[in-house]
């Protein structure tokens, strides 16, 4: 009995030293500096449906071929009320911040960009901010002439908002396409001096700069070889579909999970810049016949993708963009022609809502 008390006398000792030695390391990770906060979601928003004309070339084939894709909310977002609607669902499953697809002005189609207009009119925001997403595919691509009044537009009407969205106090700008930029400005010497460029508009107005970043691929080898010197604060993407396996007609959505997180694990492993996990929320582009083949995806799937993505970023510290604010796209709410949404319809109801929130839940 003594002994077996001298033991445990001992053993506690022991233990309480271990403690002591240990418990300043304890204190520092608890710390708020290294505590990881609460994620912060930005969506892709498809600012393409305001167009009620009988001749609108998104509404191709939806009505007739694909009722049950209809929004609760009407085909149409071309009202305040509708879009305040659409920010009341995404703050409700933890959204932070909408990337309105941003388009340059053409003859064509007015309605475009109608999206944004409304959500900045909006008073009642419920804490929901905004960014854009410079969409710059084909003729959308601004003119080198045009460039330098597109980037006081952005900066005065956009990043000097208060409700726009930044990271580490600038405003953030995601770009489409990567060799349309280079196309446009000859290559990566010219692709440099626009973001600075831009930079420096934003500078003259009061901010700090602006944050870059570019909707890429990392293969081949050669395309991040070329990005690094392009001026992008960091990667990321719209979207990724097309991934090895698939095959024309219906494919399985863990594809898509499957290929992303390697697309993801890529970056990771040429370093150079930070990266921001995209989480596609399908690709089913039927109704537009974009490609022949497309994915079956499921509200669990995506659930799980989503806190695979948060977990990516809890384990790729030298990846982040914010220390301790983890940061992940999805793409999309309401992309209902290429079958990438989250906003409740006639088939789905808010089961893909309800994922999202799920997802977020289990990746802290």
Request: aromatic content about 16%; glycine content about 6%; overall charge neutral.
């Amino acid at each position: 009995m003594p002994q077996r008390c001298h033991a445990h006398f001992s053993s506690a000792r022991a233990r309480a030293r271990v403690f002591t030695l240990l418990l300043p390391f304890v204190l520092f990770m608890a710390s708020p500096a290294m505590a990881a906060k609460a994620p912060q979601v930005g969506v892709y928003y498809f600012d393409g449906w305001a167009d009620t004309s009988p001749q609108s070339y998104h509404m191709q084939n939806l009505p007739q071929h694909f009722p049950g894709r209809e929004p609760l909310s009407g085909w149409y977002d071309n009202s305040a009320a509708l879009v305040h609607q659409q920010v009341k669902w995404a703050r409700s499953i933890g959204v932070n911040f909408f990337i309105f697809d941003w388009y340059a002005p053409r003859r064509y189609d007015h309605t475009l960009n109608s999206a944004v207009a409304f959500f900045q009119q909006d008073t009642h925001k419920l804490g929901m901010k905004y960014a854009l997403l410079y969409v710059n595919n084909g003729e959308l691509n601004i003119p080198q002439a045009d460039w330098k009044a597109a980037c006081q537009h952005w900066v005065n009407d956009y990043f000097k908002d208060a409700a726009y969205y930044k990271i580490n106090d600038k405003p953030l700008l995601p770009v489409f396409s990567v060799p349309d930029m280079e196309k446009n400005w000859g290559g990566p010497q010219g692709v440099a001096r626009a973001w600075d460029e831009l930079r420096a508009a934003a500078k003259e107005a009061g901010l700090p700069g602006v944050f870059v970043v570019a909707c890429a691929y990392p293969r081949p080898k050669e395309n991040l070889n070329r990005l690094a010197g392009e001026g992008y604060d960091a990667y990321s993407g719209y979207n990724y579909a097309g991934m090895k396996g698939t095959v024309k007609g219906e494919n399985p959505y863990s594809l898509i999970v499957q290929g992303s997180q390697e697309i993801w694990n890529d970056f990771a492993a040429d370093s150079r810049k930070p990266y921001i996990p995209v989480v596609t929320d399908g690709w089913d582009p039927r109704p537009w016949n974009e490609t022949p083949y497309w994915y079956k995806r499921s509200p669990e799937e995506f659930r799980d993708f989503v806190t695979a993505a948060l977990r990516w970023w809890h384990e790729h510290p030298a990846m982040r963009v914010m220390e301790t604010t983890p940061l992940i796209f999805v793409e999309a709410w309401n992309e209902v022609g290429e079958g990438s949404y989250l906003l409740p319809t006639r088939d789905d109801g808010f089961t893909y809502m309800n994922a999202l929130r799920e997802g977020l839940k289990k990746g802290r």
